[in-house]
């Protein structure tokens, strides 16, 4: 039995991929040779401008006849190379495993199985807000396993040479624990510092509730363990056996965002600043200000996002489309990671197009741990893996860096920043 469910994502078709892996990027096929394929006509507005476009390859493709003569024979879409560097870390795709945090449906062992199986693969890998003020940092022998320790060691056991890397998420509350400072010194992070691989991430907002904190529903033991550093509702009663718990968004302004970047980058030298942000109006003067002072990596969290306990209204009203936000910002020549709904390769590529270096994978990662813990996160990436060399080469080129706007139906606006000119 399946102890985690997600509707309106795609589930089923998660659990399918994480099953069958690369098969699953097809239909079944015991369909094959009796039932007559074609594209769907009734397109359903989600209000998302990702869902509105599609991938459009040209008829003349110059990029491929240059691999043709690099290669010496006809390109296919094996010879898409998804290698990317992704804020400072090297990642063998344009992929990363976005944070979890605290929840309860982030369970013990679904993030241990999580990260072994990102490390495997050897992409980065985000550990999420609150986990340090909830349930330990690890040394003085909490026995969740859910402890930052137990999530970096379970990262780093099958961790590739010179791939992948561990993101360290700091909300308010774990600034007060002084979250970075345990991880910098720590020798368990020590691999990873030395290498290169190791990140601080300043979340500034997420997309399942934007300009609000982490929340999550406590027993009332568990609440009167954290009531100090965090504010408890009774919106159940008093009789209640559990509580809302939330956490402070922290307060930025343009100038309080560069400072924190600027401190990010004095106080812990080897390691990378990334910054995560809200899919908020003002996006694309906020990612500049997060580069323009230093950041490695901006994360735009669409407003579809989201692992976490929120309010409907949140859900459902709150916040810019991933796509919007994406166009807002534009192609800037700098890291950009996007992240909402992320399961199958036409959004990402997509996203790519728009200007992102690469996807994050949220709810997609924890279903597909769900149904096989072993290797649902493995089968999954290879047919989203799979997904992006087949439409990148359709659209005649081999890299994800190549892609631009002109690639998307309808064009978006380009601005003065892009990487790639139209092209026609």
């Known amino acids: 039995m399946n102890d985690l469910h997600a509707h309106d994502f795609g589930e089923e078709a998660v659990r399918r991929r994480a099953r069958e892996g690369m098969a699953a990027a097809f239909p079944d096929r015991r369909d094959y040779g009796q039932l007559l394929f074609g594209s769907d006509p009734v397109a359903v507005d989600t209000g998302d401008p990702l869902d509105g476009m ?25 010879d898409v190379v998804l290698d990317t560097a992704i804020g400072g870390l090297r990642s063998t795709l344009p992929l990363y495993v976005s944070a979890f945090g605290s929840t309860r449906a982030a369970g013990t062992e679904q993030v241990l199985n999580a990260g072994r199986q990102a490390g495997r693969l050897g992409i980065p890998m985000t550990i ?24 970096l060691a379970a990262y780093q056991e099958e961790l590739p040479e010179g791939y992948g890397g561990l993101v360290i998420q700091q909300s308010t509350e774990d600034a007060d624990a002084e979250v970075w400072n345990l991880v910098y010194s720590d020798p368990s992070a020590r691999p990873l510092l030395d290498s290169g691989r190791l990140a601080f991430e300043l979340k500034v ?52 965002l560069r400072q924190q970047v600027r401190l ?12 995560k942000l809200h899919p908020g109006r003002d996006i ?15 994360i735009l969290d669409g407003a579809e996002g989201g692992t976490g306990w929120a309010p409907l209204a949140t859900i459902g009203q709150v916040g810019l489309p991933l796509g919007e936000g994406l166009v807002r910002i534009g192609n800037r020549g700098a890291c950009l990671l996007a992240s909402g709904r ?15 270096t690469a996807v994050g994978l949220g709810r997609a990662a924890l279903i597909a741990v769900d149904e096989d813990p072993a290797a649902g996160l493995t089968r999954l990436v290879s047919c989203l893996a799979f997904e992006l060399r087949v439409l990148i080469s359709a659209l005649g080129k081999y890299a994800p860096a190549s892609l631009g706007h ?17 092209t026609g």
């Open 406 to 422: 002109e690639d998307l139906w309808p064009v978006p606006a380009v601005d003065g920043g892009s990487r790639n000119q139209l």
């Open 342 to 356: 992320m399961w199958e390769g036409s959004r990402a590529v997509k996203c790519l197009a728009l200007g992102a």
């Open 54 to 78: 599609r991938l459009t390859p040209p008829v003349f493709m110059p990029q491929r006849l240059e691999k043709l003569l690099v290669l010496g024979r006809e390109p296919l879409h094996s």
């Open 128 to 151: 999420g807000e609150n986990v340090v003020p909830m349930t330990g940092y690890g040394r003085a022998g909490e026995q969740t396993l859910r402890t930052v320790l137990d999530r």
């Open 284 to 298: 694309a003067h906020a990612a500049a200000t997060a580069w323009e002072a230093g950041a490695d990596a901006v």
């Open 205 to 256: 907002g997420q997309g399942a509730k934007p300009g609000l904190g982490g929340m999550t529903l406590l027993n009332r033991s568990a609440a009167a363990q954290v009531d100090k550093q965090f504010a408890m509702d009774e919106i159940f009663g008093r009789d209640a056996d559990e509580v809302l718990r939330s956490g402070s968004p922290g307060t930025f302004t343009e100038e309080i």
């Open 264 to 275: 990010m980058r004095n106080n812990f030298p080897r390691a990378k600043a990334w910054v």
